[in-house]
């Protein structure tokens, strides 16, 4: 089965910086990874998004990260990673790593656990 693993959460001051990493086995062929976060109360929400198109990886983000916020993927390693710079209090959430495998004409959704951000005033 698809395992990712998700790294890079802690506690952080309002304008911090942390870098989360997630990786899933080489052995699948990954359409899309993701960052998506849930908040305390709060529904699951995308963060920031790359997709495989040819030779490109497009990424798109939620308007509150939006200069802020960098996806980036390492396609021969199969890692996704997010660069969270000027962290705010309302950045505080489990970040969680969703994977794509694409299999034949199927896709499939694979989650980890999620890692905990946690910004301080």
């Known amino acids: 089965q698809v395992q990712p693993v998700e790294s890079g959460g802690g506690l952080v001051q309002a304008g911090g910086t942390l870098k989360l990493s997630c990786a899933v086995s080489r052995s699948f062929s990954v359409h899309a990874m993701g960052w998506y976060r849930q908040a305390p109360g709060k529904q699951r929400e995308l963060v920031a998004t790359?997709?495989?198109?040819?030779?490109?990886?497009?990424?798109n983000y939620a308007d509150s990260v939006k200069g802020r916020f960098t996806i980036s993927r390492d396609n021969a390693k199969n890692v996704v990673y997010l660069q969270m710079n000027n962290l705010q209090p309302e950045d505080t959430a489990v970040y969680y790593c969703?994977?794509?495998?694409?299999?034949?004409?199927?896709?499939?959704?694979?989650w980890g656990q999620g890692t905990k951000v946690t910004v301080s005033a």
């Open positions: 969703e994977v794509t495998i694409r299999e034949s004409r199927d896709l499939y959704d694979f």
């Open positions: 790359i997709t495989r198109d040819g030779s490109t990886d497009v990424s």
